[in-house]
């Protein structure tokens, strides 16, 4: 049920998502090009009030557990094991736009720089591996 519901919350942001704008990810030259001024993303504070954080952009430090769906030219929703400063470890959803960066497989590590959109997804607009 959870996973139909995360599949239904990935097909309802199509539009959302044709207004993001896609930022390239990885690095070039040797330089990220994650924002570096960015807090950490609030894990503890997501699990009891993902709606407060709207509209918000965060660092977060995630490893691929799976994909959940993927549509070609829109993108795939991935369920990503986090981890925060404070110790906490939970699986969320994301979801990366077609285009916005190299393929990821289970078991890899990335830094995101992610936006908490509209239905409390986690919209992932940079990553690159750590």
Do not use: H
Not at 99 to 124: C, E, H, R, S, Y
């Amino acid at each position: 049920m959870l996973k139909n519901k995360l599949i239904s919350s990935f097909f309802s942001f199509l539009a959302v998502l044709v207004i993001l704008s896609v930022i390239g990810c990885g690095k070039k030259d040797g330089s990220s090009n994650l924002p570096s001024n960015l807090e950490e993303f609030p894990l503890a504070f997501y699990k009891q009030n993902p709606g407060g954080l709207q509209g918000n952009q965060y660092q977060l430090k995630a490893q691929i557990d799976r994909q959940l769906g993927w549509k070609q030219g829109v993108g795939r929703l991935l369920l990503v094991q986090v981890s925060s400063s404070d110790g906490l470890v939970q699986k969320v959803p994301v979801f990366i736009s077609e285009g916005t960066g190299p393929g990821v497989l289970p078991g890899q590590k990335f830094l995101m720089t992610v936006l908490v959109g509209a239905d409390n997804l986690i919209i992932v607009e940079n990553y690159e591996k750590y």
